[in-house]
């Protein structure tokens, strides 16, 4: 059984923000609610000040908070599925306090007045319980994995394109673009990346590259201090290198 885990090169990461983008259209979210995110930032003072960027999808953690204060079990880590959290939309009751718990804040409550104007939702209203309803619709809805066009008053989140990893043949050790056997399967966001920073596979899988990197390159995880320990590594001291700095951990604690 696999455990899906991602790895981002931020040496080869350029901010370009088409993971960003691929993510929006393959899962319908709405503008604003963007499960993959592109975290900008400045590094530095004048005159050497440097613009900085970190890549943040849902880190699909080992040891989820937002787990552990849902009331009423609609999140929940999936170890047959890989590992991944989902969103059981017919449970959630859009309480909020998972988007409260997660120190990574990758949850999103929609119905909320948006970022972007006009709201999309009153040109495209909602129909068959959808929050939203636009003319193009992927993938297939799952509500019970937090899938497809959500309803009204319910989180979303990132699910590492599970539509389409789910279907991957099994023991497979990477899902990489470049492996015309396996390209419709990869997350669209590790698809769609230029620079090729980023990386899917098995974590439990010795032979994967995921875990060459990770071993190879001295992967870290994102707010480790924590005790979430995400499915999501970094590489590299390129763009959100002060992000894992010790100083870093402790003004967050």
Known sequence: MAKWGMVIDLDKCTGCQACTTACSMENNTLPGETWQDVLYYTAGENPSGQMKWLPRPCMQC???????????????????????????????????????????????????????????????????????????????????????????????????????????????????????????????????CAPKARYFGDLDNPDSQVNRLIGDKHGVRLKDHTGNRPQVYYLGAGAGVPAFTPADRENDA
């Open 62 to 192: 080992e040891n989820p908070s937002c787990v552990h204060v849902c009331p009423t079990r609609a999140t929940y880590k999936d170890e047959e599925a890989g590992g991944i959290v989902f969103v059981d939309w017919n449970k959630c009751i859009g309480c909020k306090y998972c988007m409260i718990a997660c120190p990574y804040g990758v949850r999103f409550y929609a119905d909320e007045k948006p970022l972007i104007e006009p709201d999309i939702r009153d040109v495209f209203p909602g129909e068959n319980g959808q929050l939203w309803s636009p003319p193009y619709q992927n993938p297939e809805e799952d509500w019970r994995r937090g899938i497809g066009i959500q309803p009204p008053g319910v989180v979303s989140k990132c699910t590492f394109c599970y539509h389409k990893v789910r279907h991957a043949p099994e023991g497979v050790a990477d899902l990489d673009e470049d492996n015309p056997e396996v390209k419709e399967y990869v997350p669209a966001c590790v698809r769609t």
